[in-house]
């Protein structure tokens, strides 16, 4: 299901400058470009830092924000220039993350083995794409907006969004297979809230929820 957008009267009054408006926006997205964020930088404390810094960045510049267009498409490509900045920042300045594989990516209750194992190497192989396939992938297969909501959160023409989600969905399901894993069943592939305050399309993956 795609990301709703808010509520009309909540987002003008956030738009003049209302705290408590605001608040309920902060509310609803915090925890999906958190997850969103998370996946990108693999750092649970940077990611806390970029989120809070995402929406002060849309807290300032909701005034000019133009309702014409959706808000959800406008958020995250704030989220996308954070995350940009701060990859190309790690490219120059080294700094020693988490990796991957050692975040819990889900609260699992009895869940089998093999089920626990299936998502950790789902989540290797997202790792391992490129930067480009990793945000079109991660926008459309679990945050959940659009083809048309990624390309212009992204700055790129629905074909190049079509073509990136097949290909990363590709070379994850190779991975998988190198892996020795096949796939019968999506797996949920939901992550932790922050500790903060503040070509074709073809089908997903199987061990991602499938999104409309």
């Not at 996946?39 to 849309?58: H, I, K, P, Y």
């Not at 807290?59 to 924000?65: A, D, E």
């Not at 990796?99 to 869940?111: G, S």
Request: charged fraction near 25%; charge should be negative.
């Amino acid at each position: 299901m795609s990301l709703p957008q808010p509520d009309d009267g909540v987002l003008r009054k956030a738009q003049r400058g209302d705290e408590r408006a605001f608040a309920i926006i902060l509310c609803a997205y915090q925890v999906p470009v958190y997850n969103y964020v998370l996946r990108m930088v693999g750092d649970r404390s940077l990611a806390e830092d970029l989120t809070q810094e995402v929406f002060l960045r849309v807290y300032q510049g909701l005034p000019r924000f133009n309702s014409q267009s959706k808000f959800t498409t406008w958020l995250f490509q704030v989220a996308k220039n954070r995350v940009l900045d701060e990859l190309r920042a790690l490219e120059r300045r080294p700094r020693a993350v988490v990796a991957l594989e050692d975040i819990p990516p889900l609260e699992v209750v009895d869940a089998p083995f093999e089920r626990v194992e299936t998502i950790d190497a789902v989540w290797r192989a997202v790792e391992r794409l490129s930067v480009d396939l990793k945000m079109a992938l991660l926008l459309r297969d679990v945050v959940g907006l659009s083809y048309h909501e990624i390309a212009d959160s992204l700055e790129v023409t629905l074909a190049t969004v079509k073509w990136r989600i097949w290909k990363a969905r590709e070379d994850v399901q190779l991975a998988l297979a190198r892996e020795g894993i096949e796939l019968h069943e999506a797996v949920d592939l939901a992550v932790e809230a922050p500790a903060t305050d503040a070509a074709p399309a073809s089908p997903p993956v199987s061990g991602f929820p499938a999104s409309a």
